[in-house]
């Protein structure tokens, strides 16, 4: 199996950035994809992007192109999710999750088998 763990939420003001990270370990050698959800309060889990572990394809939900990058570090293990331009509506609970069974739906959390804790992320105006 493979664990994850989150890092890099905090408290930001509108129009700040974060850059949040997820470290794996375990058998990595099974990681497809990683993808980061987030879940505000109140709220069902949604899919923000996701990159595949090799080729380094990358797949974002409509609206948040252009503001978050996902980007890897296969040395380290590692998948980032760099916010710009952050939003009051972006507070949320982040999640990395990691795809091991080779899902063809990078978008869809059901594709995806193991889970990190999750890092905060509080936007205030």
């Known amino acids: 199996q493979v664990q994850l763990a989150e890092s890099g939420g905090g408290l930001v003001q509108a129009g700040g950035s974060l850059r949040l990270s997820c470290a794996a370990s375990?058998?990595?050698?099974?990681?497809?994809?990683m993808g980061w959800f987030r879940q505000a309060p109140g709220k069902e889990r949604e899919f923000e992007a996701a990159?595949?572990?090799?080729?380094?394809?990358?797949y974002y939900k409509d609206g948040v192109k252009g503001r978050f990058t996902i980007s890897r570090d296969n040395a380290k293990n590692t998948v980032y999710l760099q916010m710009n331009s952050l939003k009051p509506e972006d507070t949320a609970i982040y999640y990395c999750?990691?795809?091991?069974?080779?899902?063809?739906?990078?978008?869809?959390?059901?594709?995806?088998?193991?889970w990190g804790q999750g890092t905060q992320v509080t936007v205030s105006s």
């Open positions: 999750a990691a795809d091991l069974s080779r899902s063809p739906l990078p978008g869809w959390d059901r594709s995806y088998d193991s």
């Open positions: 375990g058998d990595t050698s099974k990681i497809y994809h």
């Open positions: 990159i595949s572990w090799s080729a380094g394809n990358t």
